[in-house]
C-alpha cells in the first residue's frame, strides 16, 4: 500500500508493507489524520540519523473506518463504523506508538491496525477531519486539569499554535477564564479571538504580564503572611511553545502563587533560577498526553459542538501533498491543521 513516511531526507511518499492485525487489533482504513508538531520534531530527528533512519508511517491524530476484526476481539464494532482510538496498540513486545514506530503504521496510510479495547465510535453527524481533532484537544483537557482551575482565576496562554489554541478552546469550553493569549502570528492571534480568548495580545508589543489589574488579579501577600488557604483569582499558565527560557520568563513575570503548566515540548536544556520560583511559591507542572477518560471527554466536546472545530482546520491534503503540507508547516504561521486524507 502506499502511505507517508520518514526518510532520510524528510517525508516521502512511497510503498509500505500492508499491517496484519494481530490479538484483540482491528484493521482499519484512515479517513482523516492531522499533522502535529511533533511530526515536524520527529521528522528533524529522524533525518539528522541519515541513512540510518527508520521508516516510520506518522500520523497519530485520526479518525478511523473499521474494516475487519482481528483476532480476538469482541465484534462490537461492525465494518464501516467510524472511530477514533488513543494511539496505541499491545504487540508481542509490549505497547506500540501509532504514527511513532516502525513497527505498525499510523493514520498517513489506506489501511492501519488498532487496539478494539481503545476505540471509541464516532457520533454521527461529526465530520472524519473534526473528528481527528480529538487527540489533540485530549492534550489540552490533560493540560487544563493539571492546572486545577479554581473560579474567578486568570488564565494566561503563551503560544496560540495547534495545542495552545486547544488549551483555549477547552478552557472556554468548560467556562474557566477569562483566558489572556500571546502569539507572534498575526493569523493564530485571529484564531484565539474566535475561539473565545478575551485578551489576544501580539508579545512584541504588548506584555501579557501586564493584563492583570483590568482582569481583576491583585498580588497575593507572601506565604508567611497568608492566614488560611489561598483565595481564587490567581493566575494559571499554559506554556504551550516550549521556547527557551520561557519558562524563567513566566516565573518573573507572574504573580505570586501562580500555576504554570508546561505543555510545549522544548528539546534543548533550560536553565531556571529556583530562588525566583520560590519567593513566589509558583508550582510548576509538565503535562504528556492524557488519560483516556479524557480522550473520551475531548471527542464529547467536539460532538457536542462546544469547541469551534473548524477554527482548526487550515489545510486538507492528499497522501501525495503530505510532503508540501509539512513544508508549508515549517514555513508559515497561517496554517493551524493540515488535515491528510489518505484516501
Known amino acids: 500500500m502506499i502511505a507517508a513516511f520518514t526518510t532520510s531526507g524528510g517525508v ?65 464494532f ?38 478494539e479495547s481503545l476505540l471509541l465510535r464516532v457520533p454521527d ?20 486539569r493539571a492546572a486545577r482551575p479554581a473560579h474567578g482565576d486568570v488564565a494566561l496562554v503563551i503560544g496560540c499554535g495547534p495545542i495552545g489554541l486547544a488549551v483555549i478552546a477547552v478552557l472556554k469550553a468548560e467556562g474557566h477564564g477569562p483566558v489572556v493569549a500571546t502569539d507572534f502570528s498575526p493569523a493564530r492571534r485571529a484564531v484565539a479571538e474566535r475561539l473565545g480568548a478575551d485578551v489576544v495580545l501580539n508579545p512584541a508589543d504588548s506584555s501579557p504580564y501586564e493584563a492583570w489589574d483590568e482582569l481583576g488579579v491583585t498580588e497575593r501577600p507572601p506565604s508567611p503572611l497568608l492566614d488560611g488557604e489561598l483565595p ?11 521556547g527557551h527560557g520561557l519558562l524563567q520568563q513566566l516565573i518573573d513575570g507572574l504573580p505570586r502563587h501562580s500555576r504554570i503548566v508546561v505543555v510545549g515540548s522544548g528539546v534543548t536544556p533550560e536553565t531556571i533560577t529556583p530562588v525566583a520560583g520560590i519567593l513566589k511559591e ?45 513544508d508549508d508547516l515549517r ?13
Open 125 to 144: 453527524g461529526l465530520e472524519d477531519e473534526r473528528a481527528a481533532l480529538t487527540e489533540p484537544l485530549a492534550v489540552a483537557v490533560h493540560a487544563v
Open 282 to 326: 509558583v508550582s510548576l507542572t509538565f503535562v504528556f498526553a492524557y488519560r483516556q477518560a479524557e480522550f473520551a471527554h475531548a471527542l464529547g466536546l467536539l460532538a457536542g459542538g462546544r469547541v469551534d472545530a473548524g477554527a482548526f482546520v487550515t489545510g486538507v491534503v492528499g497522501l501525495d501533498g503530505v510532503p508540501g503540507a509539512f
Open 12 to 76: 516521502g511518499v512511497g510503498e509500505v508493507p500492508e499491517p496484519v492485525p494481530g490479538e484483540g487489533q482491528v484493521l482499519v482504513a484512515p479517513l482523516a489524520a492531522g499533522i502535529c508538531g511533533s511530526d515536524l520534531h520527529l521528522v528533524d530527528a529522524i533525518t539528522a540519523r541519515g541513512e540510518a533512519a527508520p521508516r516510520i508511517v506518522l500520523g497519530h491524530e485520526f479518525c478511523a473506518e473499521i474494516l475487519e476484526p482481528g483476532p480476538g476481539t469482541s465484534g462490537r
Open 331 to 343: 514555513a508559515a504561521d497561517e496554517h493551524v491543521k493540515i488535515i491528510v486524507r489518505p484516501r
Open 232 to 242: 481564587a483569582g490567581n493566575v494559571m499558565a499554559f506554556e504551550c511553545v516550549g
Open 78 to 115: 461492525e465494518p464501516g463504523t467510524r472511530v477514533v482510538s488513543v494511539p496505541h496498540v499491545f504487540g508481542p513486545s509490549g505497547p506500540v506508538d501509532l504514527g511513532f514506530s516502525p513497527v505498525l503504521p499510523g493514520g498517513f496510510a489506506p489501511r492501519a491496525v488498532m487496539q
